[in-house]
């Protein structure tokens, strides 16, 4: 079955780190463009970082740059999400997704056009609780 799994959520408090892994299981990222998206208590779901399919350019949302850094493993199909000097409004379930046709824009986009345009892969997310 070809699915994402994420894991390394957890409690931290304020200022701290976590890293998210995000693992496809039955195919690689190449060829994908793959993101994290994060859905915050009321809030809808957004874009976090993304990287595009051919270019690997990267989009960082403003309120995580400098914090928030993304790499792989060498096969390919592990995606890594170091989070730096944590703070309680990062608290969300953080997901990552994978889409042969979005674009980086489409990172950014609204919770209707990150819906739309992200459809391939999403994985089943995981808590992250930054404590103040």
């Known amino acids: 079955e070809e699915k994402l799994v994420e894991s390394g959520g957890g409690l931290v408090q304020a200022g701290g780190s976590l890293r998210l892994s995000c693992t496809a299981s039955?195919?690689?990222?190449?060829?994908?463009?793959i993101g994290w998206f994060r859905r915050a208590p009321g809030k809808e779901r957004e874009g976090v970082l993304c990287?595009?399919?051919?270019?690997?350019?990267?989009y960082y949302k403003d309120s995580v740059k400098g914090r928030f850094t993304v790499s792989y493993d060498n096969a390919g199909n592990t995606m890594y999400l170091q989070m730096n000097s944590l703070k309680p409004e990062d608290s969300a379930i953080y997901y990552c997704?994978?889409?042969?046709?979005?674009?980086?824009?489409?990172?950014?986009?609204?919770?209707?056009?990150?819906?739309?345009?992200?459809?391939?892969?999403w994985g089943q997310g995981t808590q992250v609780t930054v404590s103040s």
């Open positions: 990287i595009s399919r051919a270019e690997r350019s990267t």
């Open positions: 039955g195919f690689t990222f190449e060829n994908y463009a």
């Open positions: 997704a994978a889409d042969r046709s979005a674009l980086l824009d489409d990172c950014a986009g609204s919770y209707n056009r990150i819906l739309q345009i992200w459809n391939d892969y």
